[in-house]
């Protein structure tokens, strides 16, 4: 069993940042794939990024592409996202996955979710 714990979501102004953290505990993920999704009130869960496990292939939304980048930190078994330019668009719930295959996760399909984390941006 995994537990992902997010954390740094707030109110931040548009063109402001935010760093976003998760935390994972009780299995090591360093040869598993892990991302971001983010949902707004009435709208479906979407895709925002992935990183494999090594961290050197990364996959974006074209959405924020340019603007947000994910990263990890495998010996704290920690994925963050930071996140740059934010618009009011980007006002959702983040939710944090993990999965031993990257393919999962980029069909949308992870294994584990985290229980998400607001981010507003307010114009």
């Known amino acids: 069993q995994v537990q992902l714990v997010e954390s740094g979501g707030g109110l931040v102004q548009a063109g402001g940042s935010l760093r976003l953290s998760c935390a994972a505990s009780?299995?090591?993920?360093?040869?598993?794939?892990m991302g971001w999704f983010r949902q707004a009130p009435g709208k479906e869960r979407e895709f925002v990024a992935s990183?494999?496990?090594?961290?050197?292939?990364?996959y974006y939304a074209d959405s924020v592409k340019g603007r947000f980048t994910i990263s990890r930190d495998n010996a704290k078994n920690t994925v963050y996202l930071q996140m740059n330019s934010l618009e009011p668009e980007d006002t959702c719930v983040y939710y944090c996955?993990?999965?031993?295959?990257?393919?999962?996760?980029?069909?949308?399909?992870?294994?584990?979710w985290g229980q998400g984390t607001q981010v507003t941006v307010s114009s």
């Open positions: 996955a993990a999965d031993q295959r990257l393919s999962d996760i980029l069909a949308g399909h992870p294994d584990y």
């Open positions: 009780g299995r090591t993920f360093s040869s598993g794939a």
């Open positions: 990183i494999n496990w090594s961290g050197g292939g990364t």
